[in-house]
């Protein structure tokens, strides 16, 4: 399976934009690009999802480079509520989801 | 509102005993996933289903076993409670077969003494 890298941790200030690296250097051409966060003590969400152009819905943005290897999910004003952790992952024929270590976003007011 | 619930939201069982865990869901979505997440980690898949009478090992599936008689329900039974079985224990459903969102049902937290 395509694995994913995402950085531990990240901080961000309240009302600012925060952007969520994720590498998927072995991603194939029928690989989705999933994104769920997990609140405490919650079950993960389904944030947004995609497999080649940009999406965008009410939640966040996601920007994926265009050789795919690489993508970018946005928050456009991070509120205290958006702490959580946050986990990149690659979704092919299935259904499938492997969760990996995820980043555990800190939103400072 | 359609949703997905598990019960109970606690257990505390003893080791060896038999326990079932129960997962709803009314979307009547075809496929159902149960999953562990141990204390500081991502979650684990355990079983899957894509259907009614289908049943697929994921990835710490040894000492589970589930059934799907309806599509409303996947059960995730622990044949003889272990230790390193207390986890919180996710169950997740999805439209199909297709790269679509999967959605989860708030946990059921286990303690095996």
């Known amino acids: 399976d395509a694995k994913t890298t995402q950085p531990n941790s990240m901080e961000s200030n309240e009302e600012e934009p925060v952007h969520l690296p994720c590498n998927h250097s072995t991603i194939s051409g029928t690989d989705y690009i999933h994104w769920y966060r997990q609140l405490p003590s919650q079950g993960p969400e389904y944030v947004i999802h995609?497999?080649?152009s940009n999406v965008n819905n009410r939640m966040a943005s996601l920007a994926i480079a265009e050789d795919r290897k690489s993508s970018t999910l946005i928050l456009h004003r991070a509120t205290l509520r958006d702490a959580a952790v946050y986990y990149c992952i690659l979704m092919n024929a299935g259904n499938m989801l492997t969760f990996g270590g995820g980043t555990r976003l800190m939103v400072k007011p | 509102d359609a949703e997905i619930t598990q019960s109970p939201r606690h257990k505390i069982t003893e080791t060896g005993r038999q326990v079932t865990l129960a997962c709803h869901q009314t979307?009547?979505?075809?496929?159902m996933f149960w999953y562990r997440q141990d204390l500081g980690h991502g979650l684990r898949l355990i079983h899957y289903?894509?259907?009614?009478?289908?049943?697929n090992k994921g990835e710490v599936s040894d000492g589970y076993s589930v059934s799907r008689s309806n599509t409303e329900d996947l059960p995730l039974t622990l044949e003889s409670a272990a230790s390193s079985q207390t986890s919180v224990y996710f169950c997740a459903s999805s439209v199909s077969r297709d790269p679509y969102e999967q959605y989860f049902g708030p946990g059921t937290r286990l303690t095996v003494t």
């Open positions: 289903s894509y259907g009614v009478q289908d049943t």
């Open positions: 979307w009547n979505h075809n496929n």
């Open positions: 995609g497999l080649t």
